[in-house]
């Protein structure tokens, strides 16, 4: 008997369809959007969003946190987690929005963020500048 397994390699393509592929790049898109939209309305540089480790530094100063936040959020698990939720919720009061604005955008925030980029919501400061 032969119970060898035979494991074919596809890509991207094959494994999802094009359809599939189009439709990821589209939120992937939106997303990207939305931050660089949400940056700028916090007088940020827009570009900030779309590059690595210096877009959470920007990040933290637009709601208010210090630089060394990032140290914690890279190298001590569990409170990583614990710390962007809390700067989720900074970013949801620092537009002047309430707690369960914050749930959305942890849970549905492809919906969410373009809805905190692209709507009404202000800039008030870090935090909701207090």
Do not use: R
Not at 89 to 98: A, E, I, P, V
Not at 110 to 130: E, H, R, S
Request: hydrophobic share 60%.
């Amino acid at each position: 008997m032969d119970y060898s397994v035979s494991y074919s390699s596809g890509n991207f393509f094959s494994t999802i369809g094009v359809g599939g592929a189009i439709l990821y790049l589209a939120i992937l898109i939106l997303l990207i959007a939305s931050l660089w939209k949400i940056f700028k309305k916090a007088g940020k540089p827009g570009w900030a969003s779309i590059i690595p480790i210096y877009n959470i530094i920007v990040w933290l100063e637009i709601v208010g946190k210090p630089w060394w936040w990032i140290l914690l959020i890279f190298f001590v698990p569990v409170v990583d987690i614990i710390l962007l939720i809390i700067m989720i919720h900074l970013l949801s009061k620092s537009f002047g929005k309430s707690g369960w604005f914050t749930v959305g955008l942890l849970f549905l925030g492809i919906i969410f963020y373009p809805i905190l980029a692209f709507g009404k919501a202000k800039y008030v400061g870090p935090a909701g500048a207090k």
